[in-house]
């Protein structure tokens, strides 16, 4: 008798939620806010419309700076309101000193 060979098909990918961002805070411990911004065509005055949303991004080695341009993907839940981490730092962003 010979062995049955069966043929597997390779299985697809998951698809994983990627978004790019600005960081616009970075004052908690192990977290980032990442706001991300898109465009919309308002229904009726056909007019792009920009909108601006917030996430709050688990980093977990507070390496991503205000200002930094980063990269997040879906994730575990991490707390209440953190669902994406950190991949990649994409572009860093200018220190502001402000003088008090």
């Not at 706001?35 to 977990?60: C, G, I, M, W």
């Not at 997040?72 to 839940?77: D, N």
């Amino acid at each position: 008798m010979e062995p049955e060979t069966v043929q597997q098909t390779p299985v697809p990918a998951k698809h994983i939620k990627t978004k790019v961002g600005r960081v616009v805070g970075d004052k908690m411990l192990k977290t980032i806010v990442v706001a991300v911004e898109s465009q919309r065509r308002h229904p009726l005055y056909n007019k792009r419309v920009r909108q601006t949303r917030n996430f709050k991004v688990h980093d977990e080695t507070n390496s991503a700076h205000v200002g930094d341009i980063v990269r997040i993907v879906e994730s575990r839940p991490y707390s209440k309101q953190k669902r994406w981490r950190l991949d990649a730092i994409l572009q860093r962003g200018e220190e502001i000193k402000v003088e008090a």
